[in-house]
């Protein structure tokens, strides 16, 4: 198991930028598919972005495409998440998270953070 804890969340006006990284400890920490989700009162997890353990490659969901850009270093063990221009409907709890394959689905995430809160003001 790796464990996972999240950082960077804060209040930030609309069309502002924020910054999330993802601290990973544990055994083999790098060979971890690494993903993003976000959940909001009352609703489902929601897949954000994901990347693979060499990190060549990367899938986001269609909301964020081209405003966030996922990244990690692996000499750091730290996964970020970089959001440009961000909207009032960004607001959410972000957690990352650790997978053995590329995918978006939540079920096959095995290890989560804690969270972090993002509130866009509008």
């Known amino acids: 198991q790796v464990q996972l804890v999240e950082s960077g969340g804060g209040l930030v006006q609309a069309g502002g930028s924020l910054r999330l990284s993802c601290a990973a400890s544990?055994?083999?920490?790098?060979?971890?598919?690494m993903g993003w989700f976000r959940q909001t009162p009352g609703k489902e997890r929601e897949f954000v972005a994901v990347?693979?353990?060499?990190?060549?490659?990367?899938y986001y969901a269609d909301s964020v495409k081209g405003r966030f850009t996922i990244s990690r270093d692996n000499a750091k063990n730290t996964l970020y998440l970089q959001m440009n221009s961000l909207k009032p409907e960004d607001t959410a709890v972000y957690y990352c998270?650790?997978?053995?394959?590329?995918?978006?689905?939540?079920?096959?995430?095995?290890?989560w953070g804690q969270g972090t809160q993002v509130t866009v003001s509008s």
């Open positions: 990347i693979s353990w060499s990190g060549s490659s990367t």
């Open positions: 544990g055994r083999s920490s790098s060979n971890y598919v």
């Open positions: 998270a650790a997978a053995y394959v590329v995918t978006t689905v939540v079920t096959d995430f095995r290890s």
